[in-house]
């Protein structure tokens, strides 16, 4: 039990064994972790889950960032080189791994959420600010449990190339789960909330290092090769 997390067993929360799980030449700094939600009202849930994700985080180790969407415009309204966009980019450049909280609406994620990855390109240049990167999901919802949210962040994290870990979070009922200062009360819930976030780490110390070997692909290595080769015979061809 921590002042900042009194609901917390620290008896059976151990800080992660890195010893146990990282490459050989990982530098040991703490891993890097970015938190996304998807919500703009003063009241969000999902904020709120984002802010308690962070402190469990921070007390499992990591270095964490939340992006506040508030400012961030609609995709292709403005170009990329709105200073919030910038941000969004650099932080999840900057980030190892990413943890995913949308509210459920009509069934779905809210396009608050979507508009935030609808701005992570799958490359920026050289740089893919999402492949490679550790991905754990929940969702907030305002009546009984539902799964829609998780299951469609899961494709989404496939499709932006993610390593999504097994677990996953849905809080019922959300309003009822939180206190009048905001944060998430004892319950099963918050346990499923620290068990995927504790996963996240173990996945995120064990995958970074080798992320560049483990989305390396047979075609796109094929088409890099291609690639160099016209170019050295365009080069040819001009001397």
Known sequence: ???????????????????????????????????????LRPTSFSKKLA??????????????????????PMLDSVPATHP?????????AWSEGQVWISPERHGTITGVFKN????????????????????????????????????????????MRMVTIPNQSS????????????????????????DVLEELMKFTVMVRGRSDYLVSRYSERKDEARRHLTNAKSREAIS
């Not at 893919?128 to 009984?144: D, N």
Request: proline share 7%.
């Open 84 to 92: 919030e966009v910038q941000r969004l980019r650099e932080w999840s």
């Open 116 to 159: 935030q990855i609808d701005w992570l390109p799958l490359e920026d240049g050289s740089v893919r600010p999402t492949q490679g990167r550790t991905l754990a999901i929940m969702q907030v919802c305002g009546g009984s449990q539902s799964f829609n949210v998780v299951n469609a962040l899961r494709v989404l994290g496939r499709w």
């Open 171 to 194: 809080v019922a009922k959300a309003w009822q789960e939180f206190d009048e200062h905001g944060r998430m009360k004892p319950s099963p819930f918050y346990d499923r909330v620290v």
């Open 1 to 39: 039990m921590t002042v900042e997390l009194p609901h917390l067993d620290m008896d059976h929360l151990p800080a992660t064994d890195a010893t146990r799980l990282q490459a050989s030449d990982d530098k040991g700094h703490p891993p890097r972790i970015l938190i996304l939600y998807g919500s």
């Open 51 to 72: 802010i308690e994700s962070e402190l469990i985080l921070k007390q499992l180790g990591a270095e964490t960032r939340i992006f506040d969407p508030q400012a961030l």
